[in-house]
């Protein structure tokens, strides 16, 4: 069945260090969404990417859809202990469905 | 305007029990779909309802059910409680399934099986 596996599921940064997770998904999706879960919270939507190679940035964050749409990127630059949480991809295939996450800890 | 609403926040129940939880989507919002998240877990995949129908359905067993009301409003009901539904149910709400405004979530119920 259709499956979107993130890479890495745990990662520990030092603040002030970038932070990268992966997206990759068993099959073509028509665009990739991206949220956020804080500890403690709901996940909350960040952004949703459409097109083929598509970038997009959201301050310190930048979002990046394959060229084959089957994989996605999130690019954390300079991690602040702000940016702790959980990061989920989400995308539409056959159906809707949700990454496994990566879970971001920042060390101060 | 409102959110997603989830009642109960807090929910402690026996093994054997029955439990019925409830969401209402955003206003607008046709497309509903719960989640079960345990402690360091993703988000499993529950059911999603569209205008009072079941269009998807996680691998959970029969114990799992839900429904949906005219007014969009969701209930989802767990029979016989097992010690391992203890989680997070999220309930999360959309204009189209998702495709292209993405989900707004509820706070969750949290539900401990004692």
């Known amino acids: 069945g259709q499956q979107v596996m993130q890479i890495p599921q745990y990662q520990h940064v030092q603040e002030g260090e970038d932070f990268t997770t992966y997206c990759n998904s068993s099959?073509?999706?028509?665009?990739i969404q991206w949220y956020k879960q804080r500890p403690g919270g709901h996940p909350v939507f960040l952004i949703q990417?459409?097109?083929?190679?598509e970038v997009k940035k959201q301050k310190r964050l930048t979002f990046q859809f394959g060229e084959a749409k089957k994989n996605s990127s999130l690019h954390i630059t300079a991690t602040q202990t702000t940016d702790v949480g959980t990061y989920f991809c989400?995308?539409?295939?056959?159906?809707?469905?949700f990454g496994t996450g990566t879970r971001l800890k920042v060390l101060a | 305007k409102a959110g997603v609403t989830q009642t109960p926040r807090y929910l402690i129940k026996t093994r054997g029990q029955q439990v019925t939880l409830s969401c209402s989507p955003i206003?607008?919002?046709?497309?509903v779909s719960w989640y079960q998240q345990t402690p360091g877990q993703g988000l499993q995949f529950l059911f999603e309802?569209?205008?009072?129908?079941?269009?998807n359905k996680g691998n959970f067993p029969g114990r799992f059910s839900g429904r949906q009301f005219s007014n969009s409003r969701s209930e989802m009901n767990v029979s016989t409680l097992e010690l391992g539904d203890s989680a997070l149910y999220l309930c999360?709400?959309?204009?189209?399934?998702?495709?292209?405004?993405?989900?707004?979530f509820g706070s969750g119920t949290r539900l401990t099986v004692v």
């Open positions: 990417l459409v097109k083929s190679g």
């Open positions: 989400a995308g539409t295939g056959y159906k809707y469905i």
């Open positions: 206003s607008g919002h046709r497309s």
């Open positions: 309802y569209f205008s009072e129908t079941q269009r």
């Open positions: 999360a709400s959309s204009l189209d399934g998702g495709a292209n405004y993405g989900y707004t």
């Open positions: 099959t073509t999706l028509s665009n």
